[in-house]
């Protein structure tokens, strides 16, 4: 890490529970992800990010589904992390998936077979999708009318420890948990649809 990176709140693109992204000054096809909250699990999900994903990278994985971090930054705001940026094809910003949902902006059977294509994605490569909510997911318009989905939080683990190596070194474990935490998703997906289509407690966060 070298000049520091100012990040102005006109390049804020969005906010988790735990980190702030930013549009990347110097390179607008990359966003920089900084802690704002420095108690609980989330202080350390640059950390476990920059691990996770070249871990993967060293394996020699496809990482079409993911948005690819790289080195660290310095900035006004503390260390960052660079990322992708994920844009459509027309280059304007890709929304999540959970607000294709709301919205009905895409048909069921092609939701139905995004998640198919991704959940076999998943399963192929041996990749962990932990905090699987449907906000991590982003739902690229990569040509008119063609769509794929890509993950941008949520992989690898909440926290560093034991689990996490567990997630690094046991093929068995790993498999389980890649199961596991996709039947969980599927139910929160499930819930979202229901509550679209009774149009009863809206969804609101994206």
Request: positive net charge.
């Amino acid at each position: 890490m070298s000049d520091i990176i100012v990040l102005e709140d006109d390049l804020l693109i969005g906010k988790g529970s735990g980190r702030a992204c930013y549009i990347n000054p110097n390179d607008d096809t990359k966003v920089i992800k900084v802690i704002y909250s420095k108690e609980g699990e989330n202080n350390s999900q640059n950390e476990i990010d920059y691990k996770y994903i070249n871990y993967l990278k060293k394996l020699n994985k496809n990482l079409s589904h993911i948005a690819l971090c790289y080195e660290y930054v310095n900035t006004n705001l503390g260390d960052g992390l660079i990322f992708d940026r994920v844009l459509n094809y027309d280059k304007t910003p890709v929304k999540s998936f959970r607000y294709f949902i709301a919205k009905k902006l895409i048909n069921l059977d092609t939701q139905k077979k995004l998640l198919d294509e991704l959940n076999r994605y998943l399963k192929k490569e041996g990749i962990l999708f932990i905090d699987n909510s449907s906000t991590n997911i982003l739902c690229q318009e990569v040509e008119k009318g063609k769509y794929k989905l890509v993950i941008i939080d949520g992989l690898g683990a909440k926290r560093v420890g034991f689990k996490f190596w567990l997630y690094l070194n046991s093929k068995l474990y790993i498999k389980y948990k890649i199961i596991k935490q996709w039947r969980k998703f599927i139910r929160s997906y499930n819930n979202d649809l229901k509550r679209t289509e009774l149009n009863k407690n809206p969804i609101t966060r994206f």
